[in-house]
């Protein structure tokens, strides 16, 4: 069994940090279930393992948290869904690269039922959606904007961390870094896309898609 959680407020950064790290050990030592946590935070920047301190290129603009995940500096925020995802790996194949295509897919499947073409790129993290209705790029290739991020954690083979995927946030706040470190491409989000869809929507759509993907 994998329990959902949703939290209806915006869940300071260190609680939930505290929260995931408490429910993986659970799991590893067999004492909880799996559990999904959607949830938001109040605007702020976390660092990855990867991340590069010339890529925070405003550090006073909002709190910077040292995540210890995969990855560079993303953005969390209001208008951004948050799923943190503790799983036991360990039990679902020890394969960390397929794993982490699971979660790419999970949320490929989740923007398809917006009718919404996610797609990955090859050296590129996250999930990414092509910009027909945008001007060009000079060299004629079609502009790419990020809509997802992914970055996990295992310890003693379940994960914590998770992704996320623009709804309505204020993509201005993604200003005050680059974005997993890409220079060349920008950040879009659903209701950008010009689709009228809200929280409750997604955390529906990823529930239903989950099963889908993991099983």
């Not at 006073?60 to 993303?74: E, K, L, M, N, S």
């Not at 194949?93 to 917006?114: C, H, K, P, S, Y």
């Amino acid at each position: 069994m994998v329990e959902w959680r949703r939290s209806d407020t915006l869940v300071p950064y260190e609680e939930a940090l505290a929260e995931m790290e408490a429910r993986a050990a659970a799991i590893a030592a067999g004492q909880a279930e799996e559990l999904i946590w959607l949830l938001e935070h109040p605007p702020l920047y976390t660092a990855g393992t990867s991340a590069k301190i010339e890529d925070l290129t405003d550090p006073d603009r909002f709190p910077v948290y040292d995540a210890q995940r995969g990855g560079q500096y993303t953005y969390h925020g209001p208008g951004q869904r948050i799923a943190y995802v503790m799983l036991d790996v360990g039990k679902r194949g020890r394969d960390v690269r397929q794993f982490v295509n699971q979660m790419e897919e999970w949320v490929i499947a989740t923007l398809a039922e917006f009718n919404v073409r996610g797609e990955r790129r090859e050296g590129r993290v996250g999930v990414w959606v092509v910009r027909n209705d945008k001007p060009a790029n000079a060299d004629g290739s079609p502009r790419e904007d990020k809509i997802a991020a992914i970055g996990i954690r295992l310890r003693k083979w379940v994960s914590f961390h998770g992704l996320s995927i623009n709804v309505e946030p204020d993509l201005s706040h993604f200003d005050g870094i680059v974005p997993c470190g890409i220079r060349e491409h920008g950040v879009t989000s659903l209701v950008d896309l010009g689709l009228p869809v809200t929280t409750d929507d997604v955390d529906a759509t990823l529930e239903r898609t989950f099963t889908r993907i993991f099983g």
